[in-house]
């Protein structure tokens, strides 16, 4: 059994790797080889395949036969899919987390949503989006829905980074604005409505003028 000093190991090689994977700093296809990354973190090579689990797990990696570990690859139908395994599963988790709602959570997701619109970059717009689906989500209790939403955020991130790597435009988020008002007003499937298509727009809302060249393609807004 791994000791929790390991499981704290492999945690934070997870996170740092998968970072880099989501960023784009590892390539789709780089080798992810346990000497150089137990070296890197002054680690043994237990936590390092504990962490390249929790990666393949993600769908950040992907292990092959007498090939090792490596980034996996990505194309539109995956990002299609991630779309409507997040739709339904941020939905379930919205209808569960509205009863629990505070003004308070409302607030701060709505400082969320104004973080994203005036964020300067991708890395910005990203991290506050993801904010502020957690704190509407989150109150839903469900640990193990919530932890699946993460990892398939996770994955949006990455086509997102993709995306607009350059030519960044920041998105003026109003689906995020509906989907407050709403709970707000006690409508909770109004709002969940709203909340799938919003989700469902990854990876098919038409770029926009000025945009990367593969926007069209891996268009995120969710």
């Known amino acids: ?8 190991i492999a945690a934070r090689i997870s996170r740092v790797l998968a970072d880099r994977i989501v960023t784009g700093q590892l390539a789709p ?14 680690s043994s090579h237990v936590p390092v395949r504990e962490a390249l689990r929790r990666l393949e797990a993600q769908g950040l990696a992907i292990s092959e036969p007498r090939r090792g570990v490596r980034v996996a690859s990505f194309d539109l139908a995956e990002v299609q899919e991630v779309a409507r395994m997040r739709a339904a599963l941020e939905v379930l988790a919205l209808r569960h ?22 964020a300067v970059d991708v890395r910005g717009w990203e991290a506050a989006n993801r904010r502020f689906h957690r704190l509407v989500l989150s109150p839903c209790g469900m640990p193990r829905l919530l932890a699946a939403i993460d990892d398939l955020h996770a994955a949006s991130a990455r086509f997102l980074f993709s995306t607009w790597n350059s030519g960044w435009m920041t998105p003026k988020d109003r689906d995020h ?13 109004h709002a969940a409505t709203v909340l799938e298509r919003h989700v469902q727009w ?6 926009r003028k000025g945009a990367a060249p593969d926007a069209e393609r ?5």
Do not use: N, Y
């Not at 987390?97 to 005036?118: C, F, K, M, W």
């Not at 990854?202 to 770029?207: D, E, F, N, T």
């Open 1 to 8: 059994m791994t000791d929790h000093s390991d499981e704290t």
């Open 29 to 42: 296809g780089s080798k992810l080889k346990q000497d150089h990354i137990a070296e890197e973190f002054g």
């Open 97 to 118: 987390a509205a009863p629990h709602l505070t003004p308070s959570i409302l607030d701060h997701a709505e400082r969320a949503t104004l973080e994203g619109d005036q």
């Open 177 to 189: 604005r509906a989907i407050l008002g709403f709970l707000r007003e006690g409508e909770t499937e």
């Open 202 to 207: 990854i990876g098919r809302r038409p770029a």
């Open 218 to 222: 891996f268009a995120i807004v969710g």
